[in-house]
């Protein structure tokens, strides 16, 4: 079983969970910045280099544990061309891509918020859960658009989807009646290297496309350091890519949720 499937399987469990528990149903949108850490932004957690907007639909079970589920477009991007760092201005890569994320995702408030029951207009909050992110890393080569998942620029064909685990922090005010509003910050763990399409090494000969156009891009796309140094610095063996196993990316925003509030009294 793959992890869509599990992914699919845990949804349809915690769907027909909250159908039979939940007291207070919640919806909400956000909008801010995304970022991403990875090759071409090794060092810089908190970098934004796009815009990111969303929604979600949540289930209050009590005034501390609740559980959400979201889809968050983002777009990030990064150029070594504007690296502080020499050994990333020669490498000369550069990406950007749209990010669709779905998850699933719990939240824990600090105090007992009135969303779930309790008395308090506030609450700081964490959160965490289980989620897949879109992706689909393109670059521009001589003013033209260039999906790099389609040129293998290191010689492996890699998904433009993986499994992401979400984690992060917030705080939730009540401004009146059933408004509020929120703002957070999280990060995603992805489960591939291959966000800015740069993981390992150069581009091997041996491992070039045997269609002859996309042989042609595949070579030019794999290594664009001639473009600066006037002369390409990969080749078998090289390393082109950081030495971790996995990128990351990051949201960060402020959004706001009406709460349908039940008459009901909450069960303890």
């Not at 908190?46 to 983002?74: C, E, H, Q, R």
């Not at 050994?87 to 550069?94: A, V």
């Not at 006037?230 to 996995?246: A, E, L, S, T, W």
């Amino acid at each position: 079983m793959n992890y869509k499937q599990t992914l699919l399987g845990i949804t349809l469990s915690v769907l027909s969970f909250i159908q039979t528990k939940a007291q207070v149903w919640e919806i909400g949108a956000h909008a801010g910045g995304a970022g991403y850490i990875g090759d071409l932004n090794p060092t810089n957690p908190l970098k934004i280099s796009g815009l990111s907007v969303g929604g979600f639909v949540k289930a209050n079970f009590d005034p501390n544990w609740a559980l959400s589920f979201n889809y968050t477009l983002g777009k990030i991007k990064a150029n070594d061309a504007q690296s502080t760092s020499e050994q990333l201005r020669q490498r000369n890569l550069s990406f950007e891509s749209n990010l669709q994320e779905f998850s699933l995702m719990v939240d824990f408030n600090f105090f007992d918020y009135f969303a779930g029951g309790g008395y308090s207009r506030f609450s700081p909050y964490l959160y965490t859960g289980v989620g897949a992110v879109l992706f689909n890393p393109k670059t521009t080569y001589q003013g033209k658009s260039y999906k790099l998942a389609l040129y293998d620029t290191e010689g492996y064909d890699y998904k433009t989807y993986a499994l992401s685990i979400p984690f992060g922090f917030g705080l939730k005010y009540r401004v009146k009646e059933n408004w509020s509003v929120f703002t957070n910050i999280g990060y995603r763990n992805a489960y591939t290297d291959y966000l800015d399409d740069v993981s390992k090494n150069y581009l091997d000969s041996e491992k070039y496309a045997a269609d002859a156009s996309t042989r042609q891009m595949q070579i030019l796309l794999s290594d664009r350091s001639n473009e600066v140094l006037g002369y390409n610095i990969g080749g078998k063996d090289i390393q082109r890519g950081d030495f971790r196993k996995r990128d990351a990316y990051m949201f960060v925003g402020i959004g706001i949720t009406y709460t349908f509030v039940s008459q009901k009294c909450f069960n303890f």
